[in-house]
């Protein structure tokens, strides 16, 4: 198949694709010019023909991957990372109701969001495997959720996400 062909035959779906895990236009444009120049680059290369969509949608998940990647190292190096208080100030109870996490969640919660580990790092320092890392983060988040729920009024929208404004008596004095 020429290159032509295949432009005119993935496009489309390449582009939907990559915009399906990315979710922005500009990204996904980028991401798609990047793996078609990649496709143009080593299309010699292919061996069987009858792979062809397999090998150009590898090369899409490969960019996508690549993009994502470049994407949080930029973040990481010209954002600065507003400190706990700053981004959680506005939320009713936390401080008190994180201390009321059972202190496995508790321990787990802290070193993720607010020493800013990443999860294998979470593992190696607590000494268990990640699959229990996520189960703590997962379970400690749904604990907290409830609380919020319970004791502020809060509400979760159909993004799973807490919204409204807190409405206790902790927060009225």
Known sequence: MDINEVWKVYKEEMYFFILKQLKDENATDEVLQNAFLKICLYADGLKEQGKMKAWIFQIVRNEVVNHVHQD???????????????????????????????????????????????????????????????????????????????CCHYEVNKDSKLVGEADCACCES
Request: positive net charge; charged residues 30%; contains cysteine.
């Open 72 to 150: 949080s190292k930029y973040n990481r190096i010209t954002q600065t990372v507003p400190s706990t208080a700053d981004v959680y100030q506005d939320v009713c109870c936390l401080d008190r109701l994180i201390e009321q996490l059972p202190p496995t969640y508790r321990e787990t919660i802290k070193l993720l969001y607010f020493e800013g580990k990443k999860q294998h790092e979470v593992a190696n320092l607590l000494n268990i495997s990640l699959a229990n890392v996520k189960a703590r983060t997962r379970r400690g988040k749904s604990i907290l959720k409830d609380s919020l729920q319970d």
